[in-house]
């Protein structure tokens, strides 16, 4: 197994990791580890642009906001417990998927890869980013904003009761 | 197998434990971080198939975007999250039904 494969297979068993640990603390940490590995990734696909965003947004960013959640809602976690089974039954409901798509999934993914047309290439990512795919860089700054807007309606500066 | 159908079976695996994680728990936070992972498999997908096409230019700029609106969803319902909770006191989405008539 190459070391390509094994990022993969390091980031599935964070995956399993992040969705069975009891904390939900661990869970982000885990969760953070998953983008670590998902950046080692990229940049072993030789995609390094998305490889920093992915390091420096998925795993710094994300992680301080649900850290940050989830120490805002403590004392929920530790007052009322939720049911573990699902958590319990997940290596196994992995296993059966895992042992049926072996079967079924390589195949149509061949299919796939072979009905695939080159493309063009070439270009550098300031190219596609700021001549070719412009109208995405304004849905980006308009999402932004629109995730501004939610946080300051959700939660508005208090005033006092005259 | 080819390194490409590979690459997306294990795509597929963590795929799953994404929607299994949205599916069976309880606790908004976990459904966050099920998304989360789900759209860490849909980027893989995207770049895997960007390097399969010899177009990891143009994959790159999607991801880009995906991970500006990933950041502005998860930022968006962990805010939701944290003012339901200091309103109902509880982070359960079967609990979510104030507005239920």
Known sequence: MTTHNLLFVLAAVFALWAVMAKKLLTSAIMLALVSVAVSLIFFDFSAPWAGVFELSVCAGLITVLFIGAVSLIRADEDKRPENRAFAYALPLAAAVFAIAAWFYLPPFFEELAAGRQMAAGGGTIGTALWGLRRPDLLGQVLMLAAGVFVIKSVFPRRTENK | ?101
């Open chain 2, 1 to 101: 197998m080819s390194n490409f159908a590979m690459e997306w079976y294990l795509i597929a695996i963590i795929v799953f434990t994404g929607f299994y994680c949205m599916l069976a728990s309880r606790s908004i936070v976990r459904q966050l971080i099920g998304l989360e992972i789900v759209s860490k498999g849909a980027m893989l997908a995207v770049i895997s198939a960007g390097a399969l096409t010899g177009n990891l230019v143009f994959a790159q700029a999607l991801v880009l975007t995906m991970i500006v609106i990933e950041v502005v969803v998860v930022a968006a319902g962990l805010a939701l999250l944290v003012k339901n909770f200091r309103v109902h006191g509880s982070a359960d989405i079967w609990k979510l039904d104030g507005l239920k008539g």
